[in-house]
T-cell receptor, first 114, second 115 residues
Framework: AQSVAQPEDQVNVAEGNPLTVKCTYS??????LFWYVQYPNRGLQFLLK??????LVKGSYGFEAEFNKSQTSFHLKKPSALVSDSALYFC????????????FGAGTQVVVTP | DTEVTQTPKHLVMGMTNKKSLKCEQH?????MYWYKQKAKKPPELMFV???????INESVPSRFSPECPNSSLLNLHLHALQPEDSALYLC??????????????FGPGTRLTVL
């Protein structure tokens, strides 16, 4: 069965410090991996995705993610966090045979303090 | 422009009411999706339309009835809902046919409250 795990319910970081949000996956084949961000009472905003190729993927708003096949991980990173990065972050996976059905992680709340 | 619009933003309805949610995209995407999201939880897929035809129904109760009048528009008709149906309803679209691995772009959602 497919699954995506986000082991941390919440990540707290001071503004200006590096931010990492963890994600591991268990998906058959070579999955496509996504990160979305959700601000309060808003829809999900697409940040970035990994299909194939370079293991470091750059996305919107200064975010990047590192794909590690041996560890089946796809951690989201930002070198210097902003207070405005405080939001709910979702990792998601799509199997090439997944019929368009995104498998979401449980979500990680990021809190950036001034 | 990756914009999906949804109306209304908020909806309060009684259990005997009939209402509809509307979703629109003008990106030429061929697949459209309805999701239900409870607070602080990930979205749950409800329906997928591919080329205006229903391709996936995730065993959603019949009190939710989707409709795709054309390639840009997706409706969700609501009837005899229960209080536990209160949630944020998200629409999304993707370029491919719904079976592809294209990025799904989400609208802002409709916050539904069932009294």
């Amino acid at each position: 069965a497919q699954s995506v795990a986000q082991p941390e319910d919440q990540v707290n970081v001071a503004e200006g410090n590096p931010l990492t949000v963890k994600c591991t996956y268990s998906v058959s084949g070579n999955p496509y991996l996504f990160w979305y961000v959700q601000y309060p009472n808003r829809g999900l905003q697409f940040l970035l995705k990994y299909i194939t190729g370079d293991n470091l993927v750059k996305g919107s708003y200064g975010f990047e993610a590192e794909f590690n096949k041996s560890q089946t991980s796809f951690h989201l990173k930002k070198p210097s966090a902003l207070v405005s990065d405080s939001a709910l972050y979702f990792c998601a996976a799509l199997s090439p045979r997944g019929w368009g059905k995104l498998q979401f992680g449980a979500g990680t709340q990021v809190v950036v303090t001034p | 422009d990756t914009e999906v619009t949804q109306t209304p933003k908020h909806l309060v309805m009684g259990m005997t009411n009939k209402k509809s949610l509307k979703c629109e995209q003008h990106m030429g995407h061929r697949a459209m999706y309805w999701y239900k999201q409870k607070a602080k939880k990930p979205p749950e897929l409800m329906f997928v339309y591919s080329y205006e035809k229903l391709s996936i129904n995730e065993s959603v109760p019949s009190r939710f009835s989707p409709e795709c009048p054309n390639s840009s528009l997706l409706n969700l008709h609501l009837h005899a809902l229960q209080p536990e149906d209160s949630a944020l309803y998200l629409c999304a679209s993707s370029q491919g046919d719904g079976y592809s691995t294209d990025t799904q772009y989400f609208g802002p959602g409709t916050r539904l409250t069932v009294l």
